[in-house]
């Protein structure tokens, strides 16, 4: 549901998947550069294991590369 996606049925669950994570007391932390994931995940891994705290990181599709099918 980000940036790049072309199938029509991902784009609600991608557009509100934080959302859904924060509804369920989840703590989101975001990656949108390769330049940021080192630190994002070392942040949040430290959240989790030193709070206790339920807590995800998402990559942005922008970071991963939007998909290609060809035929």
Do not use: D
Not at 1 to 26: D, H, I, K, R
Not at 43 to 71: D, H, M, W
């Amino acid at each position: 549901g980000e940036w790049g996606e072309f199938n029509p049925w991902q784009v609600p669950m991608g557009s509100s998947t934080q959302a859904a994570f924060e509804l369920c007391g989840v703590r989101v932390l975001r990656a949108s550069h390769p330049a940021e994931v080192r630190e994002v995940v070392e942040a949040a891994a430290a959240q989790a294991y030193n709070a206790c705290t339920p807590t995800a990181v998402l990559l942005s599709q922008r970071l991963i590369g939007a998909k290609e099918f060809t035929k």
